[in-house]
T-cell receptor, first 109, second 113 residues
Framework: GQQVMQIPQYQHVQEGEDFTTYCNSS?????IQWYKQRPGGHPVFLIQ?????EVKKQKRLTFQFGEAKKNSSLHITATQTTDVGTYFC?????????FGGGTRLMVKP | SQTIHQWPATLVQPVGSPLSLECTVE??????LYWYRQAAGRGLQLLFY??????ISSEVPQNLSASRPQDRQFILSSKKLLLSDSGFYLC????????????FGQGTRLTVV
């Protein structure tokens, strides 16, 4: 399956700071989904982006899909301790759901 | 509403023993079903997926196998476990059409000793 690269692998932030994770692909993505996995838990779906240049917001979370549909980002404004976890991007194509490597977010109170 | 059940939650097995993990989905028909493995602190590796009864696609060659004997039942098996099979195994389902978000089970934490 297609590889989706995600950076950074880890990120420590102070509570109140912003956080961004990026996904990049060498080929055009059909769509991009984002999931959050709390420590010890299972991934939970956050959102799906399909259109070129699409931007969606969920409270302090902003999701973007690149114009060329080869990259995506998740930005969290003013992080809180409840944001701790690993954030994954994923592409659904050909009945396969392929995940990026994830970015583990740690928030210092 | 749809629910997904995965069991057991934790499992400790000796090297060379067999494995059977079961996943069932309720409240939907003909879902896509997936098995993923997650090593500690790592990403999600797709092991198998299925679009229908008896249809299994394998992504990673290994000593694991999967079966789908019923529409909403997905089983992950091994005849002889290796130490490297330790990890967090996650079952998931999606509709596969239009809104393709995946719903995950609670996972099975397998330790091979």
């Amino acid at each position: 399956g297609q590889q989706v690269m995600q950076i950074p692998q880890y990120q420590h932030v102070q509570e109140g700071e912003d956080f961004t994770t990026y996904c990049n692909s060498s080929t055009t993505l059909s769509n991009i989904q984002w999931y959050k996995q709390r420590p010890g838990g299972h991934p939970v779906f956050l959102i799906q982006l399909v259109k070129s240049g699409e931007v969606k917001k969920q409270k302090r979370l902003t999701f973007q899909f690149g114009e060329a549909k080869k990259n995506s980002s998740l930005h969290i404004t003013a992080t809180q301790t409840t944001d701790v976890g690993t954030y994954f991007c994923a592409e659904f194509a050909g009945n396969m759901l392929t995940f990026g490597g994830g970015t583990r977010l740690m928030v210092k109170p | 509403s749809q629910t997904i059940h995965q069991w057991p939650a934790t499992l400790v097995q000796p090297v060379g023993s067999p494995l059977s993990l079961e996943c069932t989905v309720e409240g939907t028909s003909n879902p896509n079903l997936y098995w993923y493995r997650q090593a500690a602190g790592r990403g999600l590796q797709l092991l198998f997926y299925s679009v229908g009864i008896g249809q299994i696609s394998s992504e990673v060659p290994q000593n694991l196998s999967a079966s789908r004997p019923q529409d909403r039942q997905f089983i992950l098996s091994s005849k002889k476990l290796l130490l490297s099979d330790s990890g967090f195994y996650l079952c998931a389902w999606s509709l596969g059409l239009g809104n393709t978000e995946a719903f995950f089970g609670q996972g099975t934490r397998l330790t091979v000793v």
